[in-house]
């Protein structure tokens, strides 16, 4: 820059504060992670020295609290990520917000808020609440695509998620995509999060409810890969600078797995790439696995912390990869039968009830259910898939013979789901309903709790 630019723009920004470094919204903002007394918030933003975030009881500005991040760090595709924590919350309380980004209030088409969680363990029945499951999110870069027909089909999805009156969402895997010339350099896998969470279409959703995740193997790295990808430390990074969950796997073992409570229901979210085995070793490797001996075990524990805790009708098991299908075709746990096998056994064994899977990666919906044992309890899986990528036409497919696939509930298009827990008791129950890029119901199926435990030695069903 000349001696004269520097001077004008010294002199412009003395003249007018508003536009010296102005900074820009890149995306968001996006609630994280949700809790009792703390909430976590997200946002990127570009050329910013200051972001302040300030909160207050809905209703009583005279509360507001202020956060602010000063100078926050440039990552390799030129973005700035912003997190933000609040704590020490009021409890099962309204809160509203607002972002000033350099000096200037920022404004969004939809209310600025967040609700800490009700304190009704020990007093009061479990509340009703309702989350969205969905995954495989591939938005369209020409440039950067592969030749023929656009591989996204539709973005609706989205927006129609956002109007569903969800409390929060679960995303299961291939949240964005990978291209060839994103997975092979550091800046590419940036790039990549970047261009697809700043989709228009994206923030609303981001905004009006809560958001956990967890990968499969387009937002780790290559198509179908292993644990030997090269910039796998680098994708966890950015997987964990772009979803809030509350953690992120364990200080000595890596990887996106994590869980949290919501109502009467614990969620765990499992990583079934960081540490996965390559699915083409034989089945009879005994140490072949996909979420590694380490992580299996945390999962173990995890149940058995929830059970023991009592508060738990439901057990959320969350994995980008299918777990219960056995049909030939497609990736699945039935690649790592032994690990399958040690987990269902285990679950069986230890009489954890109340479990459902949910998972994605395959590019069409369903449920699935399995019986462990004559007196044991049903488990349902519950598949949602895809967002926007491809879909195929699953119900003509071999996989329609699945013996645990419930036929009608097969959708071979886009689409999401959401699960609804509601009813006190014994009357507790899971609805689950798809809803397809028209905004058409594509099937409902109710799960009741009961289901989902042990029958009592000498009664049936």
Known sequence: MSLRASFLAATLASLFPALAFAGQLVSGPMLGYRTHREVALWLEVKDAESVRLDYWIAGQPETKRTLTQLNPPVHPAGGQIVHFRPGVLEVGTAYEYAVTLDGQSLSFPYPTTFRTSTLWEWRTPPPDFKFLVGSCLYVNEPRYDRPGEPYGKTLRTLELAAESGADFMVWLGDNW??????????SGLWYRAQHDRAIPEMQ????????????DDHDYGPNDANWSYEFKDETLKIFQSYWLNPTSGERDNP?????????????????????????QLDQQKTDK???????????????????????????????????????????SHQEYQRERDELLQFIADNRITGVVFLTGDVHHSGLYRRQLSPDGPW????????????????????KAQDPFVIKETLV????FVKVHATGTGADRVLVVTCTDKQGAQRFSHTIKATE?????????R
């Open 177 to 186: 995509y990978y291209r060839d010339v994103d997975y092979s350099s550091v």
């Open 204 to 215: 609303k959703l981001l905004g009006v409810m809560h958001h956990y995740a967890t990968w």
């Open 255 to 279: 990887g996106t797995y994590t869980k949290w409570y919501w109502g009467d229901a614990v969620f765990i979210l499992l990583d079934d790439y960081f540490h996965r085995d390559d699915a």
């Open 289 to 331: 696995r996909m979420w590694g001996r380490r992580q299996l075990e945390w999962l173990k524990q995890s149940l058995l912390a929830a059970k023991e805790l009592g508060h738990s009708t439901f057990k959320f098991i969350g994995n980008g990869t299918q777990i219960l299908q056995t049909a030939v075709g497609g990736s």
């Open 379 to 398: 488990i349902y899986e519950i598949t949602s898939s895809p967002l926007a990528a491809g879909s195929w036409k699953v119900e003509t497919s071999p």
């Open 412 to 415: 071979g298009d886009q689409n």
């Open 452 to 460: 989902l435990g042990f029958v009592p030695r000498g009664r049936s």
